[in-house]
């Protein structure tokens, strides 16, 4: 199967990618690499003659275009995304460009694609999406497929918008596509503005380890590497039209999440005082959500999946990965953005 990748050097997509070519797939890896690329990612394929890479912008139709024509792709995965909430808060319109006006391009380059193939039986679209688009949750309940949108931030709000136009697709045109929505993803790779990296890299360089407000926002975490799986397996058998929520069965308070690392890396990096001490809580962000958290019920009664690892595990692996590749994380530390508070000029 050749996959046609969109953001394939972020971090779930180079872990897609990776995942991908490991099991004897071909990919074409779409990515602008903006300030999050980084080819780095897929550096352990990049070699493999199963992987080709085209820098390519999604705002670009024509490009798109180009790049189906050249191809030939059998499926699409589509993950590239504006993602960060606190960059949305700040300057929204990136994120209006590229997850609206960019998912636009791909559906409609997809559509002229798949109609001159004569509309293969076999091609599929599978957007990638996140649980943010259905708002805050209170102490109790969980997201489904069916839960009503509701997005809270200028990222959810654009990728709700995405969502919708995917589904408008396939109604009205026929389009073959899967959509999943995930909760927050942490492992490696993981690019050093959201939370898991910002709290290993302060706590490695001696610096404040924020926190927002008390802590207290809930989250459930995916680990990256089960992800992809998941989303492979969405690719290859999920139903047509339908969506599929993917979670990693792991709700964590933040200050707990933060609490858990400084302990592994109290572990792993012991030194004089305990990482805990640096931890500072800041002012919250605006619209902070309250609770996210995944009811994956029908990706695992219709398809098989669970995740693999506790959030435990996937942690200890993700601060491992840190300690010992230092040198991917230290080529980042001059980019846009990375140890700096973003979302606070409102």
Not at 10 to 16: E, Q
Not at 175 to 203: D, M, T
Not at 304 to 322: A, C, I, K, N
Request: charged share 25%; hydrophobic share 40%; net charge negative.
């Amino acid at each position: 199967m050749k996959i046609l990748v969109t953001g394939g050097a972020g971090f779930i997509g180079s872990a897609v990618v990776r995942l991908a070519i490991s099991r004897g797939h071909q990919v074409v890896n779409v990515d602008a690499l903006t300030y999050a690329g980084c080819l780095a990612n897929v550096g352990p394929v990049s070699d493999s003659p199963l992987y080709a890479f085209e820098q390519v912008d999604i705002r670009d139709r024509l490009a798109l275009d180009r790049v189906f024509a050249e191809h030939n792709p059998d499926v699409v995965m589509h993950l590239a995304a504006e993602s960060h909430v606190d960059r949305s808060i700040d300057g929204p319109g990136d994120f209006v460009e590229t997850n609206i006006t960019g998912t636009y391009n791909m559906l409609e380059a997809a559509r002229s694609y798949w109609v001159s193939k004569g509309k293969p039986d076999t091609f599929r679209f599978h957007h990638i999406s996140t649980d943010e688009v259905f708002g805050s949750l209170g102490a109790q309940g969980l997201f489904t497929e069916e839960t009503a949108y509701d997005p809270r931030s200028p990222y959810s709000a654009s990728k709700a918008a995405s969502d919708h136009l995917v589904r408008a697709w396939h109604e009205t045109y026929g389009l073959p596509v899967v959509l999943s929505n995930c909760s927050n993803n942490y492992g490696p790779y993981h690019f050093p503005e959201k939370l898991v990296p910002v709290v290993i890299l302060n706590a490695l360089a001696g610096k404040d380890i924020p926190v927002y407000g008390e802590g207290l926002n809930v989250r459930d975490w995916l680990y990256v590497e089960d992800h992809a799986d998941a989303l492979l397996l969405v690719l290859e058998k999920g139903a047509l039209g339908r969506s599929y929520n993917i979670g990693g069965e792991n709700e964590a308070r933040n200050i707990d999440l933060v609490r858990t690392i400084c302990e592994i890396l109290d572990r792993k990096q012991p030194k004089d005082t305990g990482y805990a001490e640096q931890i500072t809580f800041v002012q919250d962000r605006a619209g902070h959500d309250l609770r996210y958290a995944i009811d994956p019920t029908r990706i695992r009664n219709e398809l098989g999946w669970r995740p693999s690892v506790t959030l435990e595990q996937g942690l200890e692996r993700t601060v491992t990965w840190y300690l010992e590749n230092r040198e991917w994380w230290q080529a980042l530390q001059s980019r846009d953005g990375v140890g700096e508070r973003l979302g606070v000029k409102t």
